[in-house]
């Protein structure tokens, strides 16, 4: 056997081993991160060490400080697993490590992102003449898209910021819902416009914005604004209204941005479509499928309709490069070298096929609803959100049952939820992101939650 060979067939069974036990292991890690750093931590010898023992060792070491992602019963932050297919191609995608920054170098790597892009702008119903650049999450695709309309805007003032910098334009508002991601507040001050420029406009109970309120601000001023709404609240799962939102930015001529990190998928499925409606008005949209689409990290897609604003604010041209007349993906992501991320999209939207991805995200939902309803039957348990997409928020009558539930799920291993506060208020999190969650797995949580409260709610001195 060659080297590759002893060393792949070393970690293709770590990985069968790490698969096959998602079912049944404990879903939040075991180990803590120091006694991850003692395990891991060992000396680091002087000579070199076979290719398969390091794999294997690796495997060994890191078992215990793993979470359980790919669990069905993984409701924590918003995570998704990753499907076979987009599993497998990511695999490939790192044995060819192709460079995905040029065509000329991978016309498999660009064709791939381009075929891909396509399929997505289809499936999503946005304009099929957006352009795409694959990047490693939300964050990045907010300021990748941020960064279009940072040009755009100021283009229209006069001002070419590519050129002259920030310093000799005029200051840039971005309106944002009080519930935006933080995300866009860290794409902000990566485009140096400041912490300053976000300007909160309020949102209602279940974290949607308030569009008399973003009419008033919008009037405030005549500055360069950009308007960032949002699809799918990490909380409650709430969809800003869109098309009046829209239309008022629009009027006021501002760029309109949506941060559809998972609640874009919402316009793939036939229960939650509704919720995107006018959505495709706006200027330009991110999203991840590392979350919903169930593609491994890293994976997300900043989506700009004007391709002249994407080209304008990232276009490299270099004599070495060797670049062509075609579009290049590195024209239109903050990276030039990058990991071929398109393979792994095509692979989960070919093994799932249209029908397939309308019934991954019905089925998402269709669980958060399950698990609410659950939820609403343990006593003193309360849902607090209108559960419209994969989000549930849920409380207890006594905070300090709220905020202990979650911790004990966590430490029995039985499923993950995680803790968050909603108005002051102690919330547990629930989001149905995972493409292996079954009926069963929910009806396990609502268990293993009921159970963990009424044992809170009685204390062993009392029963
Ligand atoms: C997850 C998330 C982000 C950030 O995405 P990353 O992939 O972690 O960079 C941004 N916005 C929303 C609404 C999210 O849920």
């Known amino acids: ?18 698969a096959e036990s998602l079912g049944s292991r404990a879903v939040w890690p075991r180990a803590t991160y120091d006694e991850m750093l003692k395990r891991l931590g060992v000396v680091l010898q002087a000579d070199p060490m076979a290719p398969e023992d390091v794999v294997a060792e690796l495997a060994e070491l890191a078992e215990p400080g793993l979470s359980a992602t790919g669990s069905g019963r993984f409701f924590g932050y918003v995570i998704g697993g990753a499907q076979p297919a987009a599993l497998a191609a990511d695999w490939l995608t790192s044995t060819w490590d192709q460079n995905a920054a040029l065509v000329g170098v991978s016309p498999a790597a660009s064709a791939v992102e381009m075929v891909a892009a396509r399929w997505l702008l289809d499936l999503l119903d946005l304009p099929r003449e957006s352009s795409v650049g694959f990047v490693t999450g939300a964050t990045m695709a907010n300021f990748t898209c941020l960064a279009a309309a940072r040009h755009q805007i100021l283009a229209r003032a006069g001002f070419d910021v590519e050129r002259i910098g920030l310093a000799g334009c005029p200051q840039i508002r971005v309106l944002v819902g009080a519930d935006r991601h933080d995300s866009v507040d860290l794409a902000v001050r990566y485009l140096g416009l400041g912490a300053d420029a976000v300007q909160l406009v309020s949102s209602d109970d279940e974290g949607r914005i308030e569009v008399d309120a973003l009419r008033r601000k919008l009037a405030e001023s005549s500055a360069p604004t950009i308007v960032c709404l949002q699809a799918g609240e990490v909380h409650t799962g709430a969809f800003d209204p869109f098309e009046p939102a829209i239309q008022a930015a ?3 001529g501002a760029w309109v941005h949506v941060d559809g990190a998972f609640g874009l998928w919402a316009r793939a499925g036939q229960t939650t479509r509704w919720l995107t409606a006018g959505l495709e008005a706006a200027d330009s949209w991110c999203t991840d499928c590392h979350k919903t689409l169930n593609v491994p990290y890293d994976s997300g897609l900043a989506i700009v309709r004007s391709s002249a604003a994407h080209h304008a604010a990232f276009a490299v041209r270099s004599d070495y490069l060797m670049t062509g007349s075609t579009p290049e993906p590195l024209d239109v992501v903050p990276e030039i070298s990058r990991r071929a991320r398109g393979f792994a999209v095509w692979a989960a939207l070919r093994a799932l096929g249209r029908r397939g991805v309308a019934e991954l995200v019905d089925r ?6 399950r698990m609410a309803a659950g939820i609403a039957q343990i006593e003193d348990a309360e849902v607090l959100n209108d559960v419209v997409f994969t989000q549930v928020m849920a409380s207890f009558a ?12 966590l430490a029995s291993g039985a499923a993950v939820v995680t803790a968050a506060s909603w108005r002051g208020r102690a919330v547990q999190r629930i989001s149905v992101s995972n493409w292996a969650t079954t009926e069963a797995d929910v009806d396990a949580t609502v268990e293993a939650m009921a159970g963990v409260a009424a044992r809170l709610a009685r204390p062993a001195g009392r029963l």
């Not at 056997?1 to 790490?18: H, N, P, R, V």
């Not at 998402?364 to 609803?369: E, I, P």
Request: glycine fraction near 6%; charge should be negative.
């Open 1 to 18: 056997m060659s080297q590759f060979d002893k060393a792949l067939g070393a970690a293709a069974q770590a990985a069968e081993t790490f």
């Open 250 to 252: 629009h009027q006021a």
């Open 364 to 369: 998402l939902h269709s669980h958060a609803r």
């Open 398 to 409: 006594d905070p300090e049952v709220s905020a202990e539930v979650g911790r004990r799920i």
